[in-house]
């Protein structure tokens, strides 16, 4: 279960426990820090907490900036990112974590992607607070397709790749993979990898044997994907799962998402499902008694 996304009512260092309360031995965690090299103080306190709780840390994303203000992810800015890499490496390493989640980052302004909203999406292309939209402003310079956005996503696509080699060079150090993940542009606009053939693409390109897809259910359904088809053609390139109902990113069962073929299909996969949706009060985890 997703420690930053559920018991969000309790301090982070109060979650752990709280997971264990409910039954769970496995948790899972967005980067819970404010930059990519929190104290040592604080790091060993996240990881008393974890161990005092007798949960295992079985995800844990990379410093992804400032979530709550539209940042989703470092791996094109490479200072930052590689920084981070060595801190969260270490953390995974002494709690025992095997999957690091890299978010890619948002597009910059001028890019393609900085137009990535879905059919339907009620918010509008630049809605994340601060980015442009240069299309806009300077018809011609930096429309969608152009040679000049065109070659900002190329070149933010090659210091992804190369700081995902990085990252998944580390990440073996500790017997650790490195997934990577689409997210819904309903609610991440400029998020450039927005389908599993676009991350399993960039998977593609860093070409390492622990490189791989996280799955996450409820972005991909929200993008229209056949999910079951997806468990069935790409099992092997999955390295985690993640799980919520759309619409609403509730609880499973709380959308219309097929769930109990979805769990059916899940059966044989050998690795943990994260619980990644929304609640708020009691009764979160009453589903899984249904
Ligand atoms: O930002 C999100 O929605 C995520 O799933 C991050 O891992």
Aim: with cysteine; charged share 20%.
């Amino acid at each position: 279960m997703n420690l930053s996304i559920l018991f969000t009512d309790l301090p982070l260092l109060e979650r752990p426990a709280a997971a264990a309360e409910a039954g769970f031995t496995a948790v899972e965690m967005w980067w819970p820090f404010d930059g990519p090299t929190p104290s040592d103080r604080d790091l060993r306190a996240l990881q008393s907490a974890i161990e005092d709780a007798g949960v295992q840390l079985v995800a844990l994303n990379f410093d992804a900036g400032d979530m709550a203000n539209g940042d989703r992810g470092m791996l094109t800015q490479t200072d930052r990112f590689l920084t981070n890499v060595d801190v969260a490496v270490g953390l995974a390493g002494r709690l025992g974590c095997r999957i690091l989640n890299a978010l890619y980052g948002n597009a910059a302004p001028g890019s393609a992607h900085s137009h990535n909203a879905a059919p339907g999406s009620a918010r509008p292309h630049n809605a994340v607070p601060g980015s442009a939209c240069p299309s806009s402003t300077h018809p011609g310079s930096g429309a969608p397709g152009s040679a000049r956005t065109r070659d900002v996503d190329a070149g933010h696509r090659r210091v992804a790749v190369a700081n995902l080699a990085h990252a998944a060079k580390r990440a073996a150090d500790i017997g650790a993979t490195v997934v990577v993940e689409a997210l819904n542009s309903h609610e991440n606009p400029r998020y450039p990898l927005t389908s599993s053939r676009q991350a399993l693409e960039v998977i593609d390109q860093v070409g390492m044997d622990n490189v791989k897809l996280l799955a996450d259910l409820y972005h991909l359904h929200r993008m229209g994907e056949d999910v079951l088809g997806l468990l069935d053609t790409q099992a092997h390139r999955i390295g985690h799962v993640q799980v919520a109902d759309d619409p609403g990113r509730g609880y499973p069962g709380s959308g219309r998402m097929p769930y109990t073929e979805i769990f059916n299909k899940l059966g044989t996969y050998e690795g943990h499902v994260g619980l990644e949706y929304r609640h708020e009060g009691p009764g979160a985890f009453d589903w899984r008694n249904g």
